[in-house]
């Protein structure tokens, strides 16, 4: 039996084939491709025109979000994809899992990232974000004390490597938040988080490149592998004995207000491991997802900001107005009123998402769709979000950066009494339109803490700094695009230069 599913896992490896049907995307490795009758063999093959499949796993590498587009046109005609949505969110995870989705398309096998732990989400849900109305205060005084230190004086034009500062801005950050405000400016701290981060990164687009049926013999021998071995090793180094102190004052009253706490007491409260390993390891795992996501977001702000002169007076003026209604304090009802500033993330988010996929799933069980499609089981689903983002129908004249985007639906569906259109206009917003963040119960649970940082940072930005392009330049610096993802380039400057008050 053993030998059998190693000699069906080797065939499968080997035979990567990206489907899409009913704006449903359906990355299909299935022995049943050669041993069976394809139950998907009525999708159309995106890439078919290309010779085999190695050819078209290559294709995929360099140009993802060509072929989901592609896929997404080929679509059936009965609907549109976004429709399946909420019928797939019903599903049960032990049917349709986003936990197997990660696990299989981080290659947790090679880059141990923590899967199937629901402790995170539930943390986040009912200690993060709550906590943020009285967090907001702090939160804002460590931006603009981080940016002060990061990007400094800038009394003339001053080139500013604006990614690698965001890492350490948003690593000091979402370490006050995480790790509590005496840890979060330790060099050690920043240095184990932002590089776990950049490394497991590597790692997952090394092993991406990797024809499938070679990893399982060279992924681990990866120089890539080796050194985010030695960065976890050095992480728990650090982190176990302040995990350790935590866990050996439990019962007093005065107990750290921040993630780390949060998670040991849930943990304890839920009997579930709580070993300093284990926590060090959720600590990571926070890290990697709040650090890499918010900086290239961020990023990608700064480099629409830098190449789009008119936004600066714009923005900068309703966040003036808005902290003057608000006594100057970034609270979580301020933060809600700057409606452009909101407008213009969101914007951000569609016109450059980090992926090209959205909704990811494995299909554990067996089902069929409303309309008579059987899906089985083994596959991994995905919804076109970068496809639906760019398509006319959704969003007219998609091709445009417009930064009020967001603002004027807003507006107008306020006037018009359609307060729930309006509520998705919203940048922490998920809707069959909107998918960055995701859909349905397994939606970032962070986003709202992601918002409020990223807020934070850009208006403490424009109310600081002129922010534009170096040598002339008035192209946006474009994105680097490997394997569905699009990533900011990290190594660009941008100009900053300190606003006479």
Known sequence: MATTHALAQAVVDKLPLIFSTLGVLVAVILLQNVLQGNPLSSFPVIGAELDGDEKRRQAYMVKARDLYVDGYKKSSV???????????????????????????????????IETGNNTIPHTVKTGLTPALVRLNASISDEVQEAMRREIGECKDWTPVHINKKLLRIVGIVSGRVFIGPELCHSEEYLDAAINYTIELM?????VEALPPWIRPFKANRLPEAKKLRQRVQQADAFLRPIIRAR????????????????????????????????????QLGISFAAIHTTTMTTTNAFYNLAAHAELAPILR?????????????????????????????????????????????????????????????????????QAIASDPDVYPDPEKFDALRFYKLREKAKDDGRIEVAAQGQFVSVSQS????????????????????????????????????????????????????????????????RIEE
């Not at 207000?257 to 926590?279: A, H, R, V």
């Not at 993330?345 to 959205?358: C, I, N, V």
């Open 78 to 112: 009965l609907v549109v994809s976004p429709k399946f949505l909420d019928e797939l969110k019903r599903l049960p995870d032990h049917v349709l899992s986003f936990d197997a989705a990660i696990h299989e398309t981080m290659h947790a096998k090679y880059t141990l």
């Open 202 to 206: 590597d790692l997952r687009t090394a």
């Open 247 to 282: 866990l050996s004052n439990q019962n007093a009253q005065d107990k750290p207000n921040d993630m780390l706490q949060w998670l040991i007491d849930d943990q304890i409260k839920f009997g579930l491991d709580c070993s300093t390993e284990k926590m060090a390891r959720l």
């Open 317 to 385: 003026d309703e966040i003036r107005s808005v902290l003057a209604e608000h006594d100057g304090v970034f609270s979580s009802t301020a933060l809600q009123a700057m409606k452009k500033l909101d407008s213009f993330l969101k914007e951000t988010l569609r016109f450059h998402p980090p992926s090209a996929g959205s909704f990811q799933r494995k299909v554990l069980q067996p089902f069929t769709l409303s309309n008579g499609q059987e899906i089985p089981a083994g596959i991994i689903i995905e919804v076109p979000a």
């Open 434 to 497: 909107s998918l960055t963040f995701g859909y349905g119960r397994h939606a970032c649970p962070g986003r709202f803490f992601a918002a409020n940082e990223i807020k934070m940072i850009m208006a403490n930005c424009l109310l600081k700094y002129d922010v534009k392009m170096v040598d002339g330049c008035t192209e946006r610096y474009p994105n680097f695009e490997v394997a569905g993802l699009s990533i900011p380039d990290p190594t660009r400057n941008l100009l900053f230069k």
